[in-house]
């Protein structure tokens, strides 16, 4: 007489999906999630004025459109003539202390990582006629102007942008 093999019934498929579900979620999105990225030199310590920019940044939805991560495979593309030209790729460890980061969603505008230590992105004046008056200072930018903004927030934002180097 062969063994008594017991019927699966849809409840403990149900269970057992749900179950093989977890253990996936947990190897692949928790435990990763554990070892934490260390920081690395290009991971940013935020003064408050800092961390204001980065809330107004995030607010104006600036992150929309422009991204602050470097990829390789963009080299010959947009703003990318050959690699290292707007600054080393990106690394996890540089967004280590940022939540949320802002890798950007439609790509529209130039990268802004490193946009400090690029000429006119370094300059305080530049930064806020840019804000101001985008299309001044890039003539055909469809970047819209923050020009609505207190001073007081336009200088916190462009302490923020002065911090990616």
């Known amino acids: 007489m062969p063994p008594h ?13 749900l179950l093989m579900l977890a253990l996936g979620l947990v190897a692949t999105v928790w435990l990763p999630g554990l070892e934490g990225e260390q920081p690395s030199a290009l ?11 980065r809330a107004i940044f995030q607010r104006e939805g600036c992150w ?13 593309r947009g ?22 980061v802002f890798w950007g969603t439609e790509r ?25 008056s985008p299309s001044q200072v890039r ?9 609505h903004l207190p001073d007081d927030e336009l200088e916190a934002l462009v302490d923020y942008l002065l911090t990616l180097k």
Request: aromatic share 6%; hydrophobic share 30%; charged share 15%.
């Open 5 to 17: 093999v017991p019927e699966w019934g849809p409840s403990r498929l149900a269970a057992l999906s």
């Open 43 to 53: 991971a940013a310590n935020y003064t408050s004025a800092e961390l204001r920019g």
């Open 64 to 76: 929309y459109c422009h991204t602050q991560q470097v990829r390789a495979p963009e080299v010959g």
């Open 79 to 100: 703003t990318i003539d050959r690699p290292g030209d707007i600054g080393p790729e990106s690394a996890p460890g540089d967004y280590a202390r940022q939540q949320p």
């Open 108 to 132: 529209q505008g130039p990268d802004l990582s490193h946009v400090a230590s690029r000429a006119a992105g370094g300059n305080r004046a530049w930064q806020l006629v840019h804000l101001r």
């Open 139 to 147: 003539p055909g930018s469809t970047m819209p102007s923050y020009a």
